[in-house]
């Protein structure tokens, strides 16, 4: 089937779920995009996929046979071969604590069943829009005079999407990495949640501003000395977040 021009071009998508009928649903829905689908009904079965043949993007129920959704996302995020495919995570359970988990762990993106087809579609259109996008910016050009965004012990190269403090290499999720680089290219200027929303994960739906919160907290954690006292990623209560040049 022909890809949709912008979006589906040669994408390929993982769903990792074992209701028939949720993966009948999607697989429906994502080829009819366009997409090419590959299902799993285990954690197991799909980790193994995905390590042998990473997606574009990986869809995984939380409630899996043997291995479940969020323990394949921390096995994901582990290995290089797939430490950079956006995880959209679903669930049937609607604790915050499952959802501030599986984005703790490294997942782009969470929502909770029944969901809307139509909005499933529309969200992973914009992780993989995004994701493209960063592929670009680094696309044919010459990595010995790129420019790299610093400061203190930080520093990030855009074009290798690679990320150093104090000298070592510093492993990012994919939205980690481009909140960081957004947060950057903005130093002293306060981002509200909505703006961050917005350009990190592209949305044009409604989203819990939560999201926001839980990246820059598990970023803090990987760039920051005492994540407690945060030196470059400061909070602006009942706003949002500034980027303090050192």
């Excluded at 590959?38 to 197991?44: F, I």
């Excluded at 670009?136 to 150093?164: C, F, H, M, W």
């Amino acid at each position: 089937m022909e890809a949709k021009q912008g979006y589906t071009k040669n994408h390929s998508i993982l769903v990792v779920e074992d209701e028939e009928d949720i993966v009948r649903l999607l697989s429906f829905h994502l080829e009819k995009e366009g997409y090419q689908v590959t299902t799993a009904s285990s954690g197991t079965e799909g980790l193994a996929i995905a390590l042998e043949n990473p997606p574009d993007l990986a869809i995984l129920d939380i409630m899996l046979p043997g291995m479940d959704g969020l323990e394949v996302c921390r096995h994901l995020r582990r290995s290089e071969l797939t430490a950079s495919v956006p995880v959209l995570i679903l669930s049937a359970r609607k604790e915050e604590l499952d959802k501030v988990l599986g984005l703790e762990l490294g997942a782009d993106d969470y929502m909770i069943k029944p969901f809307s087809v139509r909005e499933l579609v529309a969200r992973i259109r914009a992780m993989l829009r995004r994701q493209d996008r960063q592929a670009a910016t680094g696309a044919d050009r010459n990595v010995e005079s790129e420019a790299v965004l610093q400061s203190g012990v930080i520093k990030l190269y855009p074009e290798r999407y690679q990320v150093t403090v104090d000298g070592q290499p510093c492993s990012l999720t994919h939205k980690e990495f481009l909140l960081l680089q957004i947060l950057m290219t903005n130093p002293g200027r306060v981002l509200t949640r909505e703006t961050l929303l917005e350009r990190v994960w592209d949305y044009a739906v409604e989203v819990d501003t939560r999201t926001v919160d839980v990246h820059v907290r598990y970023l803090r954690q990987k760039i920051e000395k005492d994540p407690a006292n945060p030196q470059y990623i400061e909070t602006v209560r009942g706003v949002g977040y500034r980027f303090a040049h050192v």
